[in-house]
C-alpha cells in the first residue's frame, strides 16, 4: 500500500496549484482519501477529504470556496485543487487514507490507516 502526494511547489498569494495523490496496492474507492497539512511551529490539521462509499466531501472552513477535491477512478489518484491560495497556506501536505468503520470521524481526529510522504506547498506574499 503507497500514497505518493505530487505537486507542491512555490506559489504567489492568488495563485493556484493542483495537488495529486497517487494510490496503489488498494482501491480508493474503498477508502476515505484525505489531505492535511502542517505548517512550522503549528500541529497537523485536517484540510479536506472525499469519499466514494459516502459520495460526499469534506471542507475545514478555512478552505472553503478556494480548494476543490476530486478523485479519479481510472488512475486511483484523488487531487486538491487550491486556488486563491494565501501565504498561511504554506505548508507541508499530506494525503491518507482510511478505511470504515468510523472514517469520518478518524479523519477528523487525524487516525488514518496509510500515509504519504508530504510535498512542500510556498505560497509567496
Known amino acids: 500500500v503507497q500514497l505518493q502526494a505530487s505537486g507542491g511547489g512555490l506559489v504567489q498569494a492568488g495563485g493556484s496549484l493542483r495537488l495529486s495523490c497517487a494510490a496503489s496496492?488498494?482501491?480508493?474507492?474503498?477508502?476515505?482519501i484525505g489531505w492535511f497539512r502542517q505548517a512550522p511551529g503549528k500541529e497537523r490539521e485536517g484540510v479536506s477529504c472525499i469519499s466514494k462509499i459516502f459520495d460526499s466531501t469534506y471542507y475545514a472552513d478555512f478552505v472553503k470556496g478556494r480548494f476543490t477535491i476530486s478523485s479519479d477512478n481510472a488512475d486511483n489518484t484523488v487531487y486538491l485543487q487550491m486556488n486563491s491560495l494565501k501565504p498561511e497556506d504554506t505548508a507541508v501536505y499530506y494525503c491518507a487514507a482510511v478505511s470504515p468503520p468510523r472514517a469520518w470521524a478518524r479523519f477528523i481526529a487525524g487516525d488514518m490507516d496509510y500515509w504519504g510522504k508530504g510535498t512542500q506547498v510556498t505560497v509567496s506574499s
Open positions: 496496492g488498494f482501491d480508493i474507492d474503498d477508502y476515505v
